[in-house]
C-alpha cells in the first residue's frame, strides 16, 4: 500500500491508498519504516520525499484498524514509521488535498514541508472524541502562534496552505497538482550540497527541536495511552460513527 521509486538521489515514498484517502494501516506504517531504513542505508540517496496518491496526502490512522487497537506505529521507528525515528537524511512532504489528524502529524515529522495551495491541514481528532497522540498538540504550539495551535487543536478545524505558510510551518505553495515537483525540485537543491555537511546540519536542527519538544512529549505519554484511550466511550463513539458515516451522539457518552 506504499510504492517506492528513485528520481535521481531522492526517495519518493507515495502512499497508495487512494479508496481509503491514504489512511494509515500498521502495514503501511511497516513498510514506511523499511523505507526509511532504505533511505538511510543506501549513499547513493541523499534526501527523502513523502507523499500521497489520487490527489491525498493522508486521512491519518486507519479507524477501522485503531477501533480494534490496531495502530499504524512500527516497532522501529514509532508513528506511521517515522514519527518516532525519522532518517538520517533529510526528509520533505508534498503535500496534496489534505493532510488531517495523522496525516498531518507525519507531514509534521518531516523536516520540510510543500503544499498545494489549496491544500488543508489540521488535527481533527477533538471532533471525534479522539487525541492527537503522534504529535500534533507537542509540535502545534511550538511551530505555530499559540492561540492559532489552540484554535487549530481544540476546534478540530483545518487551516490553509496559505495560512500555513504564513506562519512559517510549511516552506513552498506549489500550484495543485505540483506539489510532489516543487518538493523534488527543492530536494535537489539539497542533495546538491556535501551530503557530510546536509547530515550534520540535520542533525542539528533537529536535535534542537527535539530539546523544546521533549518535555511535551512526556507529558502526552502520562496522560494519555492508545490502549486508554481507546477505552472511553467517547472514542468508541466517534470511531462507531465514523465508521457507520453517521454524526456522534454524544449523549451516549459518560464523563
Known amino acids: 500500500m506504499i510504492e517506492t521509486r528513485t528520481h535521481r538521489d531522492v526517495l519518493v515514498v507515495t502512499l497508495n491508498r487512494p479508496l481509503a484517502r491514504n489512511a494509515f494501516t500498521l502495514a503501511m506504517a511497516r513498510d514506511v519504516a523499511a523505507a526509511m531504513d532504505r533511505l538511510d542505508g543506501e549513499p547513493g540517496l541523499r534526501v527523502g520525499v513523502i507523499t500521497g496518491s489520487e490527489g ?4 491519518g490512522q486507519d479507524l477501522a484498524e485503531g477501533g480494534k487497537g490496531v495502530f499504524a506505529r512500527s516497532e522501529t521507528r514509532g508513528w506511521f514509521g517515522v514519527v518516532g525515528r525519522p532518517p538520517h537524511k533529510p526528509l520533505i512532504a ?3 488535498g489534505f493532510a488531517l489528524a495523522g ?22 481528532e477533538v471532533r471525534s472524541g ?10 502545534l504550539p511550538l511551530a505555530l502562534p499559540f492561540a492559532t495551535a489552540s484554535e487549530l487543536a481544540l476546534t478540530g478545524d483545518p487551516m490553509t496552505a496559505e ?6 510551518l510549511i516552506t513552498r505553495l506549489a500550484e495543485p497538482g505540483e506539489a510532489l515537483e516543487e ?3 527543492l530536494a535537489a537543491r539539497i542533495a546538491s550540497n556535501p551530503p557530510e555537511a546536509v547530515r550534520h546540519t540535520t542533525a542539528v536542527l533537529r536535535a534542537t527541536r527535539a530539546s523544546v519538544e521533549g518535555p511535551g512529549w512526556m507529558l502526552q ?21 465514523f465508521l457507520e458515516k453517521r454524526q456522534p451522539r454524544w449523549s451516549r457518552c459518560t464523563v
Do not use: N
Open 56 to 59: 491525498y496526502f493522508c486521512a
Open 94 to 96: 508534498a503535500v496534496e
Open 103 to 124: 496525516g498531518f502529524e507525519l507531514a509534521l515529522a518531516c523536516d520540510l514541508i510543500v503544499c498545494a495551495r489549496d491544500a488543508r491541514l489540521g488535527v481533527p
Open 130 to 139: 479522539m487525541v492527537a497522540l503522534a504529535g500534533g498538540l507537542v509540535t
Open 163 to 168: 495560512l500555513a505558510l504564513h506562519h512559517g
Open 183 to 185: 518538493a523534488l525540485s
Open 221 to 241: 505519554a502520562r496522560r494519555t495511552s492508545t490502549d486508554e484511550l481507546r477505552l472511553t466511550s467517547e472514542f468508541q463513539e466517534g470511531t462507531a460513527a
